[in-house]
């Protein structure tokens, strides 16, 4: 098959969405031992360790080249990351997998109303009402957990909604928020650097705060068990080097809104490995939210690029 400037980067993006699926799985195994502070530390120190070698000599030409607006921006974008991560990876603690995963995924919600005012890009028709159908999927698997549809129609237990779960849900929105601001400015800053360049900029960025802040919470780096160290080791590699750097990629080529709206696609991929390795089944409220969500991003890929 070939690949063309107008294909490649829809093809990249559907990787990227394949790897970031296997996160919440790695995190749940790493949790069993790692605090999840901890578990982002690893995620974005050992992803940036990875890179080193290969971006090390193009970042440091390009990085004396940038303007301090730029450096600024670039420790911006590092730094939302940092928290995107930490906020939502503890959220996996006080929730369930598929709530968490929802939630994080409105990241589209956001990018898509700061958009026109920050990056000046103008949200098209079939982007907003691939927006709304599939953020409409994603609050349908968000309240599968405590709902059930029946031949009385909706019923909800009211048990169910405890502090723990909106201890877990706030957080999880919370890192949607972050990683909106992670990736407008991402689509904005990344223009005038290389794809290497950028990614090991922000990378370590965040892997730096999140060191700074588990210092602060005097968590222990160190001590756990092997197989913790594999997960966490798994969690860089797949969800974040091929995961996300394939959306950064993307950034270059697409608009940030319909990007972030592919990620919507994250928890139907989520889902279905939680099935498998977390023997969690998707009820027919969860499938039916991800056949909302999925047709949100056929929708979004009609967008017409200029």
């Not at 699926?21 to 578990?39: E, H």
């Not at 970042?59 to 600024?72: L, V």
């Not at 709902?147 to 723990?164: A, D, H, P, S, V």
């Not at 700074?212 to 966490?232: D, H, K, N, P, Q």
Request: glycine share 8%.
């Amino acid at each position: 098959m070939t690949w063309n400037k107008q294909t490649l980067p829809y093809f990249i993006i559907f990787i990227g969405l394949m790897a970031v699926s296997s996160a919440s799985v790695f995190i749940r195994f790493a949790q069993k031992d790692v605090p999840s502070l901890v578990i982002a530390a690893y995620r974005l120190t050992l992803a940036t360790l990875i890179l080193f070698p290969f971006c090390l000599k193009g970042f440091i030409k390009e990085i004396f080249q940038t303007t301090w607006k730029q450096k600024t921006a670039l420790m911006m974008s590092g730094f939302f990351l940092a928290l995107h991560f930490s906020t939502w990876i503890t959220s996996l603690e006080y929730t369930r997998v598929a709530s968490s995963v929802v939630l994080v995924a409105t990241t589209p919600l956001w990018v898509a109303i700061l958009s026109p005012f920050l990056l000046k890009e103008r949200l098209d028709r079939w982007t907003a009402v691939g927006l709304v159908v599939a953020l409409i999927g994603t609050v349908i698997v968000a309240i599968s957990g405590n709902c059930q549809i029946n031949l009385t129609g909706l019923k909800c237990n009211q048990e169910g909604f405890q502090t723990r779960d909106l201890i877990g849900d706030g957080l999880a929105l919370a890192g949607a928020l972050f990683a909106s601001g992670y990736m407008i400015i991402g689509r904005k800053v990344q223009q005038g650097l290389s794809f290497s360049s950028y990614i090991f900029s922000v990378y370590g960025s965040a892997a730096i705060v999140l060191i700074i802040l588990v210092l602060a919470s005097r968590e222990a780096l160190v001590g756990y068990r092997e197989i913790s160290y594999f997960w966490m080791a798994a969690l860089a590699i797949i969800p974040q080097l091929i995961g996300h750097s394939s959306f950064n990629w993307a950034l270059k080529s697409l608009p940030a809104a319909y990007v972030a709206i592919t990620l919507l696609g994250e928890p139907v991929g989520t889902v279905i490995l939680s099935m498998v390795f977390l023997k969690e089944i998707p009820t027919v409220m969860e499938v039916a939210g991800g056949v909302f969500i999925l047709v949100g991003i056929l929708l979004a890929s009609r967008l017409k690029r200029k």
